[in-house]
């Protein structure tokens, strides 16, 4: 089916009926450029991918008006400094997980994912109809940023290692490529977590200076090519249960665009969330496959390994709430939603989903 004829009939009709619509419009509208700078290598036509689909259609939509020139991680600042780029307007915005930035506040987490946090469709319902958006905005205020949420990469796979994980023990001095919250808990469990940007990742696994490296799941991984630097692929990633990614936007540069372009630019990445998890969920069991044809061993997490980083994992998330009131804010919501929805789809999604891997195994 023809690409607008789809999204005209969809959930996103009225956007995207808005989106086509928008030309006339605009019509007599501003031009404006904006830079962003992406959080990822270009080689990921999934997440990095992302970005250009939302400004082409921001640009499809605006008569070429608002432009958005979309650069790779690193091309004009190193993804660890986009955060304070925006925030100092050096570029009006970054396409990028929020807990890359944990490290300026732990609550910047939420923005994407916690460890044994929401799936992708919990996240958007409490994102989009708890309270979540909200709550993230007025923390990130007072920095001068707004994140509007734009992809999603489900549940992750649990990373690529040059050696078996059989206990807790094995966890124990081990370098580990991993970001946000994830990173904690792994040193908690007495690992050495390594933030390292996507396009690093590699050297640092072929070299030695990393024992394991996590990045997203097959489709992605493959194209990185971190199957021939580590033989073992662990599954799940329980750190990025439904990793969602975002638009980090300078306020002052938002409050300046046209109304107009305000709507077209929330309506055009909100279709890229949608879009970047059919993208996943359409390409990642192919290329696991590929991966397995190739060598790749792939092996789920010990049960007493995932329980072990799960019980690590509270006390963090206890310690947190008690000494920052950003955190406590946003886990108190996202917590209860979350076991509200846990709870209702343990009824429905889960043993539907349980039923149909059984009968469909192959």
Known sequence: MERRNFISRTALGATGAALLAAPAIVAAQPTIRWRCSSGFPKALDTIYGAAEDAAKRISEATGGKFQIIVAPAGEIVPMPQAADAVAANTVECSHTAAFYYVGKDPAWAFGSCIPFGMNFRQMNAWWFEGGGE???????????????ISGNTGAQMGGWFRK??????????????????????????????????????YPALERGTIDGAEWVGPYDDEK?????????????????????????????????????????????????????????????????????????????????????FYKAALPIYAELSGSNANFKRLYDSYSAFQREAVSWMRFTENTFDDFMAQQLRG
Do not use: C
């Open 224 to 308: 990185l090519g971190f199957n021939k630097v580590a033989k073992f692929y662990y599954y799940p990633g329980f750190w990025e249960g439904g990793a969602a990614l975002g638009w980090l936007v300078n306020n002052k540069s938002w409050d300046a665009l046209p109304a107009d372009y305000r709507a077209i630019f929330t309506a055009a990445v909100h279709e890229a969330n949608v879009d970047m998890m059919a993208k996943y969920d359409a390409r990642n069991g192919a290329a696991l496959r590929r991966l397995i044809a190739g060598g790749t061993q792939v092996k789920p997490f010990p049960r007493p390994v995932m329980e072990g």
């Open 134 to 148: 909200k709550l993230f905005n007025d923390f990130l205020r007072p920095q001068g940023v707004r994140y509007i």
């Open 164 to 201: 078996e994980i059989k206990t807790m023990e094995d966890v124990k001095g081990l370098k580990m490529r991993i970001p946000g919250l994830g990173g904690r808990l792994f040193s908690a469990v007495g690992a050495v977590p390594q933030q390292i940007p996507g396009g690093d990742i």
